[in-house]
């Protein structure tokens, strides 16, 4: 029982009202079920926090069970990725993991007893010729000649059909109920088709037909001791025959079904559907592209579990569906971030500066915080030399204005955790490029200003001889437009052809030499980066930007809407 607060959705309200009547024995038993026919995505993420957190909070279960009844679109590949993200958002099934295809034989059994009281038959209708019968919402649908099938030859036909001796499309098994029904699920909806030819991940070759989702599923939740069956809304409609199945079979379980509204997310998709497109068409790297909103993609670009868990909580869990801006997502992210990620000093777009009055021999090792709020964390030491970079955007021979707060020509900045420099000289080529400034530096500032001393701001830099040299990549949205699947058109023209930039020979702090993919730090004033798990060419480590340290898409939007 959830000690203190009231609950936190309708969904624990109905549970907690279940629990007090003494429904279901008192106990409380969910499932995350997902069909390994794709990498989980932000949208599963919804429901994982949903059916396991629950569980955790009212001491119940939580099982893992793979919808596996399609297997021509599902592989060993995302069984093993599903468990991976599983796992990784924080959540364990223990021993409960679970597979609809482990129920075949018994959902076999199931439906020959459904023949056996005239609730099945086996219907010779083509799929279009079913589709043709089965009416409108405004007109009833028409019943299939082989509706009255005799109950000894729908045994035979099936038992035939599981045999092998008809091919794909010519047989299926429907459930007889009602083709006058208002609910099109309830007109002899098709319970089991013919699949040759197909190797099942689980079953390989043992089964030639396969059961339908609307039967498996209640069915399987029944088996395992479900109590509350939660998907999303578009199964509303299903309910009536979720409940019918398991009316009209011999088992003693009956879980309660309950839908809630999906996640949809702006400047993205989280339709399995759309994603595999995207990776097999080739337009992003793979299912773990750090801009996918797989799960995968989300762990190689740096999200953390903490993150993704807290912006569930967030969102919520209703009937009512919406959608999500990104900046939910990304400031749960900050947030986690601002609060433990160390930080470090990268210069992205490097310009060199000579510090004349430095000894050329000298190394000092400064020491830096690694968290300004968290003295915990400890601190580093840093190089600084004669020779250092800072980024090519703080300096300008003359401050385009008053909010200009770096280093122009004859100007004086901090170097963070270090001195302050003057720039005496501004190096060109013979066009005139920007190559190098001289600087100067003062002994006296380090760590403070002396008395009286006013400097205008503080910049970034990294020793030239100490630094080491990366590739970044600077991550964007994966998509332009807000509602991508809705603007109607195509949604692969909505992709965001800037969702990546790639910034080569960056220049990072000799700390960030050896650091781990997954470790996310704050590069000061540049963002979130952490280390990209694949890269493996040599002394030349690959970093991912997580995320920005503010939400510029909301000022871009709301200038656009400004002007
Ligand atoms: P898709 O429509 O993208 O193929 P799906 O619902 O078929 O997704 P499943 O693997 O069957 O994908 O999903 C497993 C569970 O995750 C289901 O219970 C489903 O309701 C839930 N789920 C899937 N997408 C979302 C989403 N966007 N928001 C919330 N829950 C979701
Ligand atoms: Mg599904």
């Not at 001491?59 to 060993?76: K, S, V, Y």
């Not at 310009?351 to 400890?378: C, F, M, W």
């Not at 190559?435 to 003062?442: A, H, P």
């Amino acid at each position: 029982m959830i000690d203190k607060a009231a609950p936190t959705n309708f969904i624990r309200q109905i549970i907690e009202a279940d629990l007090a009547a003494g429904r279901h024995g008192g106990r409380v038993a969910t499932r995350f079920p997902p069909e390994p026919n794709g990498y989980l995505h932000i949208g599963h993420a919804k429901s994982i926090v949903l059916n396991f957190g629950i569980a955790e909070d009212y001491h119940g279960t939580c099982n893992l069970r793979f919808d596996d009844t399609n297997p021509h679109r599902e592989n060993a590949e995302f069984v093993e990725a599903i468990q991976r993200d599983v796992r990784w958002l924080g959540y364990d099934w223990g021993e409960r993991l679970y597979f609809a295809s482990d129920y075949f034989e018994q959902l076999y059994d199931f439906a020959v007893e459904l023949i056996d009281k005239g609730l099945a038959f086996v219907c010779d209708l083509s799929a279009e010729e079913i589709r043709e019968h089965r009416g409108t919402l405004t007109e009833p649908g028409r019943e299939s000649p082989y509706r009255n099938r005799s109950i000894a030859e729908n045994r035979e036909l099936f038992a035939r059909m599981r045999a092998g001796e008809f091919e794909d499309g010519a047989r299926v098994l429907r459930a007889r109920i009602d083709m006058a029904s208002p609910n099109i699920n309830l007109r002899d909806p098709t319970l089991y088709r013919i699949r040759h030819g197909v190797i099942h991940h689980q079953t390989g070759e043992e089964w030639c037909i396969y059961p339908m989702y609307d039967f498996t599923h209640p069915i399987s939740d029944a088996l395992e001791g479900i109590t509350h069956s939660l998907c999303t809304l578009e199964f509303e409609d299903h309910r009536p025959l979720y409940d019918w199945v398991l009316d009209n079979i011999s088992i003693n379980c009956h879980p309660q079904q309950i839908e809630f509204s999906r996640l949809n997310l702006e400047y993205t998709v989280v339709s399995k559907r759309k994603l595999t497109q995207l990776v097999e068409e080739g337009h992003v790297e793979g299912w773990d592209d750090p801009r996918m909103p797989t799960l995968a993609g989300m762990r190689r670009r740096g999200y953390t579990p903490a993150s993704i868990r807290e912006f569930c909580r967030r969102i919520g869990v209703t009937k009512s569906e919406g959608m999500v801006e990104m900046g939910v997502l990304e400031d749960a992210l900050r947030q986690d971030l601002n609060a433990n990620a160390e930080r470090r000093m990268a210069v992205l777009h490097p310009l060199k500066v000579v510090i004349t009055n430095y000894p050329e021999e000298r190394v000092e090792e400064l020491t830096a915080a690694n968290h300004p709020q968290d003295e915990s964390r400890g601190t580093r030491t840093i190089p600084f030399c004669r020779e250092i970079y800072i980024d090519a955007a703080d300096f300008m021979e003359v401050a385009p204005n008053k909010k200009f707060k770096r280093l122009v020509a004859g100007g004086e900045v901090r170097l963070r955790n270090s001195y302050v420099i003057r720039c005496d000289e501004v190096i060109k080529d013979a066009d005139g490029e920007l190559i190098e400034l001289r600087c100067s530096y003062d002994p006296d500032t380090l760590g403070a200003n002396p008395e009286g001393r006013k400097v205008r701001g503080v910049i970034h830099w990294v020793s030239a001889r100490h630094a080491i040299e990366a590739e970044v990549r600077l991550y964007d949205r994966l998509f332009r437009h807000p509602t991508p699947d809705a603007v109607g058109g195509d949604f692969l023209e909505q992709l965001n052809p800037e969702s990546v930039l790639t910034l080569t020979g960056c220049r990072l702090e000799p700390a960030l030499a050896d650091t781990e993919a997954g470790t996310v730090y704050q590069f000061e004033r540049e963002g979130y980066f952490c280390r990209d798990p694949l890269d493996t060419a040599a002394g030349q480590p690959v970093f991912n930007r997580t995320v920005t340290l503010r939400d510029t898409w909301a000022k871009i939007e709301q200038q656009q809407k400004g002007s």
